[in-house]
């Protein structure tokens, strides 16, 4: 990103690059069964800035987003004749997202190479995905397959402390304090319209389209991540 950067930034101690890279890896046994809930899969994201030191304890500045996941959940019962759990329906999600937003931080309180300040960032993403079940019946051993693609819209406005910590005159570490956190999620999601098809006798069932909006207000923890903090790299031109 730096290297990108430096044809059009002007030689200027104000222009500055940063950002974060998130990687989440979900593994977990299933020694007591199955639980629909615990998936199993991989996400990444990546969340590139460039921004625009104004004063010394005012910043803002673009940012981006980039990300992509895929988790499996597994949903089931004990079979007591066989002594073995049995798989009733497996649900396969996947999601793209792409997005960009504005940032705007002020620094509160300097300690030397350590600095607090308060950050407010609003970013809007777009995501395509799809949802894919396999149904099996418990009677025939044989599968229901159905997939559904969607799309999501989705807008962050979040509210958080981050304590920076300057290692030298041009790199420092950025780190979002998440649990201190206030953040406002609004997510509209449009499940196209698909098929259904059951292989025993071939028949295809028309699912419609339909679309579902939810907002939340997170204080602290987020709900869909609950992590404690946000660390990222930031580099000064």
Request: proline share 5%; charged share 20%; glycine share 8%.
């Amino acid at each position: 990103m730096v290297l990108l950067l430096l044809p059009v930034l002007p030689a200027a101690a104000q222009w500055f690059v940063s950002g974060n890279l998130d990687f989440n890896l979900s593994r977990h046994t299933r020694d007591q069964g199955f639980d629909a809930t615990k998936p199993e899969g991989m996400a990444l994201r990546f969340e590139p800035r460039v921004g625009y030191t104004f004063t010394p304890s005012l910043q803002a500045g673009i940012t981006l987003l980039l990300s992509n996941q895929k988790y499996t959940y597994t949903d089931g019962y004990y079979d007591h004749d066989v002594e073995e759990w049995k798989t009733l329906e497996m649900t396969d999600r996947t999601l793209m997202t792409a997005g960009a937003g504005l940032f705007v931080r002020q620094r509160c309180l300097d300690l030397g190479p350590f600095a607090v300040a308060v950050e407010l960032n609003a970013v809007y993403s777009l995501g395509w995905g799809d949802t894919k079940q396999t149904q099996y019946d418990p009677r025939t051993k044989g599968p229901i397959l159905f997939k559904t693609p969607y799309t999501l819209g989705q807008l962050d406005v979040r509210l958080v402390p981050v304590v920076t910590y300057r290692l030298t005159d041009r790199f420092g570490i950025d780190g979002y304090i998440d649990l201190l956190s206030l953040c406002y999620t609004r997510s509209t999601v449009r499940h196209n319209r698909t098929y259904r098809v059951d292989p025993y006798n071939s028949t295809k069932t028309l699912t419609p389209e339909y679309s579902e909006t939810v907002s939340s207000l997170d204080i602290g923890l987020h709900a869909h991540t609950a992590k404690l903090l946000t660390l990222g790299l930031s580099y000064t031109f």
